[in-house]
């Protein structure tokens, strides 16, 4: 007994002389950020038994945190460093220096903080990286990652990357669009299923099979050339199962429910619900979104500031025009909050988006900044998806014209817009990446299409469209086949939407009335920076004005099955002195002295003089 308790002792002291440094995140950070502290996660063998030390005038070890795993050391620094600059941190044991890492602070791009993040005056693309263009056939496989690209399986990679979205730059900006949001791009090393990117396994990697950390900033300077912000789809709620956390976690509430896998019910209502057991509505934010997808704790403090720092990194590193936030309301409120003041005390004038999948406005404008509540929480997100905006214009142009369906289904979710903080500063859009495809949801009826682009494009909030909208992309429900392949992003692509080759006629008009409207869309302040005032639908018929300064904008939609006539004089409240409207697609000048016809099934647009 007492020999193998010798022999154990030996062992584990042997085993004690050797340490590792495997991670050190943030790998690098900056001088001149509002909040003067920062903290190191450092992974390695046996890292806690060692003390970090560094000498260098203006940082400061604060503070150093251990948790029950010895593999893991926090430091909280206290930077006051004004010049950039590096330093050594020293792992000593018993005044013996056993590891070592060079840290740099840099110089941060000059006005970083008062950066401006996307707005109305802006249309979104949505990429998803690996189905737009591949640019780089050399990284469609990756000897170090598990899945490789097999193009005819429509769940598997397909090859699409970050240089195929800079090789097409000059597309976007010709379509007029003004700032792309991809999917995740991160380290995704999972066996199957990669390609959608919400798997994270490396929170400072992107996916060599998408490029790599300096080709991702090399694609925001670029797009920056064209007037194209980039944002980042960020997800805080969950990591991939191949994470290299779940390895070797770093404690044992890292991982909500101690790292088991427990299915969320998917209750979005459970957060507000007075009448919901405790229980499920914890199971709601500490279950699991799928089973490859373990949920984060953000309640501990070590994980959340690590978080924190992430986002600030990414917009820092790559020089970001904004933040969409997957799966929102799955997570821990009070970090929310705490996320957003951090992101917002950093970059006051940036933007950032949740998602909350619910066509409730109630439910939505919970979360925005501002917005009014059933109780004293402020989640601080400046901008929400506007799901039910969405669900409101698919319901609306499909449904039967009557008291209470049809057109007026949009305009009745715009009434709601008073429990918003900001409904202009919503994220209006009418598809993405997890519907079906617009253009399939509306019947394939290129006149409904005309007019839901119409309305995302001319009513209050942030347009947003996703990558083949404009050439009208059909698709089912199946998530692999609505994410399937942009036409011409790949060598050999016969039919061609960049060069227009071999389009179909139906996809061709498409993509013509986009790039008019979209153009059109970047020179008008009217929808950027006007209020947005709407009467009551008549006769199937929505009319609605956005104003600014001496910008009018006159937008009537026909959702009836004949030519409907509108009186200029109804609305001459709102019309004032103005005596004539251009159409914005024809340039057709018509005199408000005298009727207006709108087609059936159109919606006329008109610029008031
Ligand atoms: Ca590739």
């Known amino acids: 007994m007492k020999i193998k308790c010798l022999i154990t002792i030996a062992i584990f002291l042997g085993s004690m002389h050797a340490y590792d440094i495997d991670h050190l995140e943030p790998p690098f950070w900056w001088i001149g950020m509002d909040s003067k502290e920062l903290q190191l996660m450092i992974h390695g063998r046996n890292i806690s038994f060692l003390q970090p030390e560094i000498d260098y005038e203006g940082v400061e070890i604060t503070n150093v945190h251990r948790t029950k795993n010895n593999n893991y050391l926090f430091i909280d620094l206290q930077i006051e460093k004004l010049q950039n600059g590096s330093f050594d941190i020293f792992f000593t044991r018993l005044g013996k220096v056993e590891a070592e890492y060079r840290y740099h602070l ?326 993405n990446h997890d519907m079906t495809r617009i253009y399939s949801q509306l019947n394939e009826r290129m006149d409904l299409y005309k007019m839901a682009m119409s309305i995302i494009f001319t009513i209050r909030g942030i347009p947003q469209i996703y990558y083949g909208t404009e050439i009208a992309m059909t698709s089912s429900g199946d998530h692999g086949e609505l994410r399937k392949d942009f036409p011409g992003g790949w060598q050999n692509d016969w039919v061609d939407a960049f060069t227009g080759n071999d389009l179909t006629e139906k996809e061709y008009e498409a993509q013509n009335f986009m790039k008019k409207i979209l153009n059109w869309r970047k020179r008008s302040s009217a929808v950027a920076l006007g209020d947005m005032v709407h009467y009551p639908v008549q006769d199937g018929i929505y009319v609605y004005f956005r104003r600014h300064e001496n910008e009018l904008l006159m937008v009537a939609i026909n959702n009836t099955n004949r030519t409907q006539t509108v009186y200029p004089d109804h609305f001459i409240e709102t019309i004032k002195d103005k005596t004539k409207g251009i159409n914005i697609f024809n340039d057709r000048v018509h005199y408000l002295s005298r009727d207006l016809d709108v087609q059936s099934k159109t919606a006329l647009i008109l610029e008031l003089y």
């Open 106 to 431: 840099h110089e941060r791009r000059p006005g970083s903080k008062e950066r401006l993040g996307f707005d109305a005056g802006d249309v979104i693309y949505l990429i998803t990286p690996d189905r737009f263009a591949n640019g780089d056939k050399d990284n469609d496989d990756v000897s170090t990652l598990k899945e490789i690209s097999n193009r005819e399986n429509k769940d598997g990679r397909h090859g699409g990357d970050i240089q195929g979205i800079i090789d097409r730059l000059d597309y976007l900006q010709q379509m007029g669009l003004t700032q792309i949001w991809m999917n995740p791009l991160l380290e995704n090393n999972q066996a199957t299923y990669s390609y959608h990117g919400y798997s994270t396994t490396d929170y400072y990697k992107i996916d060599p099979r998408f490029g790599n950390n300096e080709l991702y900033k090399e694609l925001s300077k670029k797009a920056s050339d064209y007037g194209i912000g980039v944002i980042k789809d960020v997800i805080l709620n969950h990591i991939g199962s191949e994470h290299w956390w779940m390895k070797d976690l770093p404690s044992s509430d890292w991982i909500n429910n101690e790292g088991r896998f427990i299915q969320s019910n998917h209750i979005h209502e459970s957060v507000h619900d007075p009448h919901m057991i405790q229980s499920e509505k914890d199971l709601f934010t500490d279950g699991w979104f799928v089973k490859t997808m373990p949920d984060l704790n953000q309640k501990n403090e070590l994980l959340a500031t690590y978080l924190i720092q992430n986002s600030i990194w990414w917009i820092e590193f790559a020089d970001l025009s904004g933040l969409r936030i997957d799966t929102y309301p799955y997570m821990d409120k009070n970090f929310l909050s705490l996320w957003s003041k951090r992101i917002s005390s950093e970059y006051p004038y940036f933007n950032f988006v949740g998602e909350e999948w619910s066509t409730n406005p109630t439910m939505v404008s919970y979360w925005q900044k501002g917005s009014t509540r059933h109780d004293d929480y402020e989640s601080h997100i400046p901008s929400m998806m506007d799901f039910p905006l969405q669900d409101a214009i698919i319901k609306g142009l499909l449904g039967k014209e009557s008291w209470n369906s049809g057109i007026g289904d949009i305009f009745r979710i715009m009434a709601n817009d008073f429990q918003y903080g900001d409904p202009y500063n919503l994220v209006i859009f009418a598809g």
